[in-house]
């Protein structure tokens, strides 16, 4: 089923640990954006790709990093896990030309850093 | 730059009484409004925008551009309508991104 996927749904951590959170999509969406849902449920977005080896940092300064290989993937990157990169954290997807009424969002990933 | 403002973190009504969540932006352009629904434990979903000019799930948004506002409305809650809610932004000069407002959460209460 076309989809976008977000694994895991919930990870704990300790810190210091280097952890990557997957995002993939099915639909052949070309542009993907990772926002950060913080503990008082403010969305932030914190990068974004508009297609393969493509890729920008968002409005909130993050200490992740991302890469965009492979247009279906859209990994974020924490090297180096830290308390305050407790949060929920939401990739989402859509085609060029559809506007921003084309947005998917996956399911999330919250993450607790220990 | 372009801004979302949502004023209310939490709304607290009964079941059956009119609901107003209200949503300002600021945007030097012609925006995009959008109104986002997150249900316990679901993913963010679409809910309406103002091009459409639709009522889904009894809600309705009007557009008031001398107002910047973007207020989502519904005459009678059903407790089936407690989430939390994002009204976003998308302007064309930011490439569609989407700006999200801080949300309000919706309680419903029988």
């Known amino acids: 089923e076309a989809d976008i996927y977000q694994t895991p749904r919930y990870l704990v951590i300790g810190t210091g640990k280097k952890i990557t959170l997957e995002c993939s999509q099915t639909?052949?969406?070309?542009?993907m954006y990772w926002y950060q849902q913080d503990p008082g449920m403010e969305l932030h977005l914190i990068h974004y790709s508009y297609g393969v080896n493509s890729t920008e940092k968002g409005d909130l300064s993050s200490e992740s990093t991302v890469s965009r290989i492979r247009t279906e993937h859209f990994p974020l990157t924490l090297e180096s896990a830290r308390p305050s990169h407790t949060s929920q954290y939401l990739c989402a997807s859509r085609v060029s030309g559809s506007g921003a009424y084309g947005y998917t969002f996956g399911s999330g990933t919250r993450l607790t850093v220990v | 730059a372009q801004r979302v403002t949502q004023p209310e973190k939490l709304l607290s009504v009964f079941k059956g009484a009119p609901v107003e969540l209200k949503c300002n932006y600021s945007y030097s352009g012609s925006p995009e409004l959008f109104w986002y629904v997150q249900y316990s434990r679901q993913r963010l979903q679409l809910l309406l925008r103002?091009?459409s000019r639709e009522s889904i799930k009894g809600f309705t948004a009007d557009l008031n551009k001398g107002e910047t506002s973007f207020h989502l409305k519904k005459p009678f809650a059903q407790e089936e309508d407690s989430a939390m809610y994002y009204c976003?932004?998308?302007?064309?000069?930011?490439?569609?991104?989407?700006?999200f407002g801080g949300g309000t959460r919706l309680m419903v209460k029988p």
């Open positions: 639909m052949g969406h070309d542009k």
């Open positions: 103002h091009i």
């Open positions: 976003a932004l998308s302007g064309q000069n930011a490439g569609n991104m989407l700006t």
